[in-house]
Nanobody, 115 residues
Framework: QVQLVESGGGLVQPGGSLRLSCAAS????????MGWYRQGPGKQRELVAG???????NYADSVKGRFTISRDNAKNTVALQMNSLKSEDTAVYYC?????????WGQGTQVTVSS
């Protein structure tokens, strides 16, 4: 059984920063891609950022230059540093991991950007 546990969400003012973390545990042999998705109010879930086991990254256009994804393969963790946050970044953020071809999701963490 694989579990992904996120932390680090919360309320922040526009222009502020937050760091999300996600730790994978359980029956893990090797994690391939990891990433962060988000789902805003009334919107579909969308990819925010992804990172391969080799460290290659990709970002949604809306967060390029503001968000940075990183991972620690030894600890099975992935993080998302979010800077210059905007109100439109308000969403539930989900951690994702591809493990041996199967997709796993965290429970989600709320990020609210508001003054």
């Amino acid at each position: 059984q694989v579990q992904l546990v996120e932390s680090g969400g919360g309320l922040v003012q526009p222009g502020g920063s937050l760091r999300l973390s996600c730790a994978a545990s359980g029956s893990i042999f090797r994690i391939n891609g990891m990433g962060w998705y988000r789902q805003g109010p009334g919107k579909q879930r969308e990819l925010v950022a992804g990172i391969t086991s080799g460290g290659s990254t990709n970002y949604a256009d809306s967060v390029k230059g503001r968000f940075t994804i990183s991972r620690d393969n030894a600890k099975n963790t992935v993080a998302l540093q979010m800077n210059s946050l905007k109100s439109e970044d308000t969403a539930v953020y989900y951690c994702y991991a591809n493990i041996r071809g199967a997709g796993f999701w965290g429970q989600g963490t709320q990020v609210t950007v508001s003054s």
